[in-house]
């Protein structure tokens, strides 16, 4: 198995904010690299694949980036309807999730 | 549109088992590889299974082997997670999966979930 670890466990923003969270391999999964969303009580979304691919119907402030070991999920001007949980996943392997981050207001 | 529809889930002792269900339709579900996924209150996902399209190829997370085991009929356009020797750590809500390519793990559509809890 390929562990991830995602940076940081929680973050508080404001609206406008440009936000970045991390995650890291101890090996390379090339560009085996999924981001998800999640809000309270829902059902989590497929917001970014293959590190960078923007999922249909995923507005553009969002985007992916990285390779190898180390990725980046940037949210270039945080709206309210994105205070969430953001999970990484990695498809390279057995297919498991970091740890989230929970994006909090300000 | 691609449905994934579970169930199966409800209230178990520790020890006691339980069969959930992912009734699929919307699309080839014969050609498509499947995953159960699970997330215990407050905390994060966690993969559990897949099985391949034809069910001749099987994982599973080392917290449920031995324990779970995933099939499928492709007949019936379901997907099945056998939970036996249920743990309280094993509270949680478990989905059923999609790819969004006929093979790997990238999850593009996802059931509503079906809460299993263990607990005397």
């Known amino acids: 198995d390929i562990p991830l670890t995602q940076s940081p466990s929680s973050l508080s923003a404001s609206v406008g904010d440009r936000v970045t969270i991390t995650c890291r391999t101890s090996?390379?999964?090339?560009?085996?690299l999924n981001w998800y969303q999640q809000k309270p009580g829902k059902v989590p979304k497929l917001l970014i694949y293959?590190?960078?691919s923007l999922q249909t119907g995923v507005p553009p402030r969002f985007s992916g980036s990285g390779s190898g070991t180390d990725f980046t999920l940037t949210i270039t001007s945080l709206q309210p309807e994105d205070f969430a949980t953001y999970y990484c996943q990695q498809s390279y392997s057995n297919p498991l999730f970091g740890q989230g981050t929970r994006v909090e207001i300000k | 549109q691609v449905q994934l529809v579970e169930s199966g889930g409800g209230l178990v002792k520790p020890g006691g088992s339980l069969r959930l269900s992912c009734a699929a339709s919307g699309f080839s579900f014969s050609d498509y590889y499947m995953s159960w996924v699970r997330q215990a209150p407050g905390k994060g996902l966690e993969w559990v299974s897949y099985?391949?399209?034809?069910?001749?190829?099987?994982k599973y997370a080392d917290s449920v082997k031995g324990r779970f085991t995933i099939s499928r009929d492709n007949a019936k356009n379901s997907l099945y997670l056998q939970m036996n020797n249920l743990r309280a750590e094993d509270t949680a809500v478990y989905y059923c999966?999609?790819?969004?390519?006929?093979?790997?793990?990238?999850?593009?559509?996802w059931g509503q979930g079906t809460l299993v809890t263990v607990s005397s």
């Open positions: 293959s590190v960078s």
């Open positions: 090996q390379s999964i090339s560009n085996y």
């Open positions: 999966a999609r790819p969004q390519y006929s093979s790997g793990w990238t999850y593009e559509y």
């Open positions: 099985i391949s399209s034809s069910g001749s190829t099987i």
